[in-house]
């Protein structure tokens, strides 16, 4: 396994916060910043400080991280602008309720997992004044990071009546939607599956692990199963593609692969983990996180060992050769996950050469660790449900220059 290295993150960020977009390892300041990866980078530069002894530029890191945030805090409205220029000014803009989920979430870490108290007593602040416009989301992504946050924040303070309420409500919505549009053949919240897919689950499991609603876990933990199986691939991960997504009924995307979707799959596998202690869910999170060392579609590795930082796609035969923040950053997020798994050695691997493969222990499957009601199956997926590829194992061409970034603003 990788060691943590943050030479790409550090490149990344300015005294503002982090960059948006690279071209190839080099920073793109003509996009400016986001409150949404700056959201996720300060959950990352929170994390770390639990791994790393070089503490320093960590904290400098989660510093300016949460500045950023705060800056983006609008007390009128309380939500959050997302789009910063790189001329320090907020672009026009509609509300965006992904990205005040996110925040939420960030803020809910720090409050509850920060070394620093000044950083706890701010993100405490931040994330209570943002509450009352957390309650109409209504966006099932924005839904379930709100939920992730608020469920982080009751672990702490459980006596907070007034988030604790309001995830109730939040996850009772999440639920009624998988109620509303879930089937045996598509039990999902929505007609088409999309990004960040797995956190829909994981927040079904975090607020259902909360709440001691079994109803809410079985739903997250039968959703994240159906969708592990749609997206393993001749035995590694493949997630849907953004060249048109999975439309109920219709073809599923193979390309282009985006790196947040391994990092959301492994959130929810730990949870499921939490759940049911079934060993098989981690195993589950390593097949996910293999995915970026080269054990995908193309064979190829998403991360960058001479930068540190992650490229930020597979496409259809090749590499997307930038290194953006949201790529970097799931790389960094899923690593830490890792690592800090392997510690009290719940994991069947140790520290390896970079892509070394190794087999998953014997004991992974045994009885003490499945849960009551099953262990997970593995569904097949019509070969009708998926879009046709070249599937090749491309070699990426890195001096072309026509890589692009993941998402323009």
Not at 12 to 41: F, M, W
Not at 49 to 74: E, G, K, M, S, W
Not at 135 to 163: K, M, N, Q, T, Y
Not at 201 to 227: D, I, T
Request: charged fraction near 25%.
């Amino acid at each position: 396994m990788p060691e943590l290295d943050l030479g790409h993150l550090e490149r990344l960020t300015d005294d503002v916060g982090i960059l948006q977009h690279a071209s190839l390892s080099v920073p793109n300041r003509h996009h400016g910043y986001c409150t949404d990866d700056n959201a996720r980078a300060l959950i990352v530069a929170t994390r770390a400080q639990i791994l790393l002894a070089r503490q320093p530029p960590l904290v400098d890191l989660a510093t300016r991280y949460l500045a950023f945030v705060y800056h983006a805090y609008d007390r009128e409205r309380r939500t959050f602008h997302n789009f910063m220029g790189y001329d320090r000014a907020w672009l026009p803009e509609k509300e965006s309720p992904d990205c005040h989920g996110r925040a939420v979430w960030a803020l809910a870490v720090v409050a509850t997992e920060s070394k620093d108290a000044k950083h706890r007593t701010l993100a405490a602040e931040v994330f209570r004044n943002a509450l009352p416009a957390t309650e109409p989301l209504r966006d099932l992504r924005a839904v379930a990071f709100s939920i992730l946050g608020l469920a982080a924040f009751g672990r702490h303070f459980p006596e907070d009546r007034v988030a604790m309420l309001l995830m109730e409500l939040l996850a009772d919505r999440l639920l009624g939607r998988f109620k509303q549009n879930g089937a045996e053949a598509w039990p999902w919240g929505e007609q088409v599956l999309t990004y960040d897919n797995a956190r829909l689950p994981h927040a079904l499991l975090a607020g259902g692990r909360m709440l001691g609603r079994e109803e809410m876990v079985e739903r997250g933990l039968g959703s994240l199963e159906w969708l592990l199986a749609l997206q393993t691939n001749e035995g590694h991960f493949a997630p849907v593609g953004n060249a048109g997504w999975y439309r109920h009924g219709g073809a599923m995307a193979r390309f282009d692969q985006q790196p947040l979707e391994a990092d959301g799959t492994i959130g929810a596998c730990i949870e499921a983990y939490r759940a049911t202690r079934d060993k098989r869910w981690l195993e589950r999170a390593e097949l996910c996180f293999r995915w970026f060392l080269g054990e995908n579609d193309l064979g190829l590795p998403l991360y960058d060992e001479a930068t540190g930082g992650c490229r930020d796609g597979l496409r259809d035969g090749s590499l997307n050769e930038n290194q953006g923040a949201e790529s970097t950053l799931a790389w960094l997020s899923s690593l830490i996950h890792m690592q800090t798994l392997r510690r009290p050695g719940k994991l069947s691997w140790p520290v390896a050469q970079l892509g070394q493969t190794i087999q998953a222990s014997d004991d992974a499957t045994s009885a003490g660790e499945l849960r009551s009601k099953g262990a997970p199956r593995t569904r097949g997926v019509p070969k009708a449900a998926v879009a046709p590829s070249r599937r090749r194992r491309a070699l990426a061409d890195r001096s072309d220059g026509r890589a692009r970034p993941r998402h323009l603003p």
